[in-house]
C-alpha cells in the first residue's frame, strides 16, 4: 500500500507519545491503557511547542490515553480538534502485556528471538506487525486523502504501530520494518508525498538522541 502517487506535496507527521510510568519501568504496554507521567506531560508540551510551527492542517490520534493526552498539547496549540481512532492503537501482545523486558526474554525467548529476526510472530498470542499495519495504514492514509495539497497531518500512536505504518506506506516487505529502529518518547517521524508516493524524510526526529524505552525497544 502506498500513497496516491498524485505528488500533491502532502506530509504525514507519525508522532509518538510522551513517557509513561511503564516506558521507564521497560514494561510492554501494548494496547494497555497507560497514563503519560508528569515528564511525559512535559515532554507532549514540548514538542507540540516545535510541530505547531509545521502548522499541520489535521490531527488524528490513538484513542488511548497516552496519545490523546499527547495529542492535546498539540490541539491546544493549533486549535485543530482531534480525531480519535482505535485503529491507531499500539499492538496487541496478550500475555507479555505488563510484562519487563527480563520477564519476556525469560519466559519467552524463543518467540522473542523469533521476532527479533523478523519472522511473523504472535508475541504473547497477539496481533501480526502485520495486522498493526492492516488496520492503522488505511485510518493514516484515509486522513491523508482529507489534505489540501502540501498540507500536513499528525498522527499520535505508538512506536510499533508507527514503525509498522511506515513501514507499509513505504511499501517495504516486513521482515524489513524492524530495520527502522524505534521512537524515543515524543519524538517523530516525517513521510513526504512524490510523483511515486511516500517516502521517509526525517525519522526520530525532535531532539537529541535519546534511549528509546517501552514496547518497541
Excluded at 484513542?63 to 485543530?80: F, K, Q, S, V, Y
Excluded at 482505535?86 to 510484562?99: D, H, I, K, N, S
Excluded at 493514516?140 to 505508538?158: C, F, K, P
Aim: charged share 25%.
Amino acid at each position: 500500500m502506498t500513497g496516491s502517487g498524485g505528488g500533491r506535496g502532502r506530509r504525514i507527521v507519525l508522532w509518538r507519545h510522551g513517557q509513561t510510568a511503564w516506558n521507564l519501568e521497560r514494561r510492554f504496554q501494548g494496547s494497555t491503557d497507560i497514563d503519560l507521567t508528569e515528564e511525559g506531560v512535559g515532554q507532549a508540551r514540548r514538542a507540540a511547542r516545535l510541530l505547531a510551527s509545521l502548522k499541520p492542517d489535521a490531527i488524528v490520534a490513538s484513542d488511548l490515553r497516552r496519545a490523546a493526552a499527547t495529542a492535546a498539547e498539540l490541539a491546544a496549540i493549533t486549535g485543530h480538534a482531534v480525531a480519535h481512532d482505535p485503529g491507531l492503537r499500539e499492538t496487541y501482545a496478550g500475555a507479555w502485556q505488563g510484562l519487563t523486558h527480563e520477564e519476556i526474554v525469560g519466559l519467552y525467548g524463543e518467540q522473542y528471538a523469533a521476532w527479533k529476526r523478523g519472522e511473523p510472530v504472535r508475541r504473547g498470542g497477539g496481533e501480526l506487525e502485520t495486522e498493526v499495519a492492516d488496520r492503522a495504514a488505511p485510518v493514516v492514509l484515509a486522513h491523508a486523502e482529507t489534505l489540501r495539497d502540501d498540507g500536513t497531518l499528525v498522527v499520535v500512536s505508538h512506536g510499533g504501530t508507527i514503525r509498522t505504518t511506515i513501514g507499509r506506506l513505504l511499501g517495504l516487505e516486513a521482515h524489513h520494518w524492524e530495520g527502522l529502529g524505534g521512537l524515543s518518547n515524543c519524538c517523530w517521524s516525517v513521510l513526504g508525498e512524490g510523483a511515486r508516493g511516500w517516502r521517509l524524510l526525517e525519522h526520530n526526529a525532535g531532539t537529541l538522541p535519546e534511549p528509546v524505552l517501552g514496547d518497541d525497544a
